[in-house]
């Protein structure tokens, strides 16, 4: 079965930095665009950053130039470096598999940016 399993949530103090990665198994990883989404408190769940099939990279203003999608389609891993880290980046965030009708979550790593 599909699955995808995001890793590397935690605390960290503001201006900080994490590095979540997710892992998808059970699809073709290459043909998928892969997103990182993230709901945070009393929010609805909103779009981060998106690298689809052909490296195709979108950023949600309020995180660019301080958050950096990567993905490495030998590993079937999709990875978001946070850089800069403010107290309005907590949240529980997401990873996302979609091609065409086939639409995939993972179980969502916590972030908190606390001091």
């Known amino acids: 079965q599909v699955q995808l399993v995001e890793s590397g949530g935690g605390l960290v103090q503001p201006g900080g930095s994490l590095r979540l990665s997710c892992a998808a198994s059970?699809?073709?990883?290459?043909?998928?665009?892969m997103s990182w989404y993230r709901q945070g408190p009393g929010k609805e769940r909103a779009l981060v950053a998106r690298?689809?099939?052909?490296?195709?990279?979108f950023y949600a203003d309020s995180v660019k130039g301080r958050f950096t999608i990567s993905r490495d389609n030998a590993k079937n891993t999709v990875d978001l470096q946070m850089n800069s880290l403010k107290p309005e980046d907590t949240a529980v965030y997401y990873c996302?598999?979609?091609?065409?009708?086939?639409?995939?979550w993972g179980q969502g790593t916590q972030v908190t940016v606390s001091s």
């Open positions: 690298i689809d099939s052909e490296g195709t990279l």
């Open positions: 996302n598999a979609v091609l065409v009708f086939n639409d995939f």
């Open positions: 059970g699809i073709t990883f290459s043909y998928y665009a």
